[in-house]
């Protein structure tokens, strides 16, 4: 019987399953429609006031016209008609390359990058990351407020020469910095309280770490000869299909910090990994480090490494701005 019973609820899951990927789908179906449907109406507007057929008075009389005929419809206001012609003429010319990416996100996603983002190619970045990290509205909120675009077009992760080799797309999968304000925004005097307000906190931790991180344990016990070892943080990533060990120092970044990390990474490999997992990633996260020392001590490691630094508060996006707008005049300047 208990076999029978085990069948039967393998069976039922499977049900389950269907009934939830089939709901998954009409969601995902709706929305597009809804996005589309947005798009036309912006376009139609757009192309109104274009020929001078339609004054701007006219959008708040189609917008009255509209709830007068269809009281059931909702989100036609004219403020939200407004929204829809800017939509649509913000991304018109961008058609092919991010039309279908602007469909497969919420509207008021949409309405977020249309507002906070200030170039393509920061509304580009935006919505590539909401479609592949399926992003709330709070949490596509928090990473434009921590500057994420900004930091990845400042920032190029330090990778030792065998993780570039391995893994071609880590350095698209991993940052040269982290911010971390959600554990407080304070200094924090001893790693292990660091550590224990990042657990705390995993939920946002691997926000900001990218949705393929899966954690697996903090202070995970290594057993070499007869001594045990402790890594600080322990994760699975599922793209890369790995194990990443995180170590935090609460200092700069020193080279003898790689010697520790490429220790505990192969008694990871010889001793966890499991045949048909890829080698094990280290990453030391650094209060601070020098950049050219950084490169030194990854050029000849024989270790799947990299360096990054942590914040523990939003950065000054301002600044960041500045500083991107200077390397774009910089590169500017040494091209003529």
């Known amino acids: 019987m208990n076999i029978v019973a085990q069948n039967r609820n393998e069976q039922f ?29 912006g376009h139609y507007i757009s192309d109104k006031i274009a020929v001078s057929e339609w004054g701007d008075g006219v959008v708040k009389q189609l917008a009255e016209y509209i709830e007068k005929s269809s009281p059931e419809t909702k989100g036609f206001s004219d403020k939200n008609l407004w929204r829809m012609k800017q ?33 393509m190619e920061e509304r580009s970045f935006y919505l590539h990351l909401c479609v592949n990290e399926r992003l709330t509205k709070r949490q596509l909120n928090r990473q434009i407020d921590s500057a994420l675009y900004e930091r990845n077009a ?39 309280s660091m550590k224990a307000a990042l657990v705390g906190q995993m939920k946002k931790f691997i ?9 697996i344990d903090e202070e995970f016990r290594l057993q070499v000869g007869n001594s045990d070892f402790r890594i ?14 995180f170590e935090l120092k609460m200092e ?26 890829n080698p094990s990633i280290g990453i ?3 209060k601070d480090k020098d950049d050219t020392v950084v490169e030194y001590a990854l050029s000849r490691s024989l270790s799947p490494t990299m360096v990054a630094e942590y914040q523990l508060c939003l950065p000054d996006k301002a600044l960041l701005q500045q500083k991107m707008q200077d390397a774009i005049e910089q590169d500017s300047t040494s091209n003529i």
């Open 154 to 192: 400042l920032g190029t992760p330090k990778l030792s020469p065998v993780l570039r080799e391995i893994a071609p797309q880590a350095e698209q999968l991993f940052r040269d910095q982290y911010v971390m304000e959600f554990i407080g925004g304070k200094e924090y005097e001893h790693e292990d």
């Open 232 to 245: 600080d943080l322990l994760f699975y990533h599922r793209e890369l299909q790995c194990l990443v060990a």
């Open 13 to 41: 899951a499977e049900i389950v399953s269907m009934i939830q990927h089939t709901r998954s789908e009409v969601v995902r179906l709706a929305n597009a429609s809804l996005i589309d449907l947005y798009w036309r109406v």
């Open 284 to 286: 030391l996260l650094c």
């Open 87 to 119: 939509f649509y003429e913000t991304y018109k010319g961008e058609d092919e390359k991010l039309s279908p990416l602007v469909r497969q996100i919420s509207w008021t996603n949409n309405l977020i990058i249309l507002s906070r983002a200030k170039s």
């Open 207 to 215: 926000l900001e770490l990218g949705k393929d991180f899966l954690f």
């Open 252 to 277: 700069k970044f020193k080279p003898e910090h790689l010697g520790q990390l490429n220790f505990y990474l192969e008694a990871l490999d010889r001793d966890v990994k499991k045949s048909k997992e």
